[in-house]
């Protein structure tokens, strides 16, 4: 038997397995995509939201609290220095806001895909 006989069987034999696996490289290529579509929208929309929540709470934790503190420091609340105050009170208090406002987006989030209950 010469090599392009064996190569004609050899197709011949496993052509249905190349079927099988084209199919399945198709669906999870294009078809998973076609799917879940709402449930990829959604989770990359949760994490646009994450992301920009985790910002905010850096920029007043750590920016109020620190970076910017000799500036808030020449303004007072409640008889304290404005950057000590993010620095002690003012970032838990906005991490707190930054949860609820989290749980609003995502029951919006999750009105808008179906997935709510």
Same mark, same amino acid.
């Given at each position: 038997?010469?090599?392009?006989?064996?190569?004609?069987?050899?197709?011949? +034999?496993?052509?249905?397995? $190349? #079927?099988?696996? *084209?199919?399945? !490289?198709?669906? /999870? @290529? =294009?078809?998973? %995509? &076609?799917?879940?579509?709402?449930?990829?929208?959604?989770?990359? +929309?949760?994490?646009?939201? $994450? #992301?920009?929540? *985790?910002?905010? !709470?850096?920029? /007043? @934790? =750590?920016?109020? %609290? &620190?970076?910017?503190?000799?500036?808030?420091?020449?303004?007072?609340?409640?008889?304290?220095?404005?950057?000590?105050?993010?620095?002690?009170?003012?970032?838990?208090?906005?991490?707190?806001?930054?949860?609820?406002?989290?749980?609003?987006?995502?029951?919006?989030?999750?009105?808008?895909?179906?997935?709510?209950?």
């Amino acid at each position: 038997m010469t090599s392009q006989e064996k190569a004609k069987a050899y197709w011949k +034999k496993n052509i249905q397995y $190349v #079927l099988i696996l *084209l199919l399945v !490289w198709f669906f /999870v @290529s =294009y078809g998973a %995509g &076609i799917i879940f579509k709402d449930f990829l929208n959604s989770f990359k +929309k949760n994490i646009q939201y $994450v #992301l920009i929540l *985790l910002l905010v !709470w850096f920029f /007043v @934790s =750590y920016g109020a %609290g &620190i970076i910017f503190k000799d500036f808030l420091n020449s303004f007072k609340i409640g008889g304290f220095k404005l950057g000590f105050w993010f620095a002690q009170q003012g970032s838990i208090y906005v991490f707190v806001i930054l949860i609820f406002v989290y749980i609003l987006l995502m029951n919006r989030l999750d009105k808008k895909y179906g997935f709510d209950e």
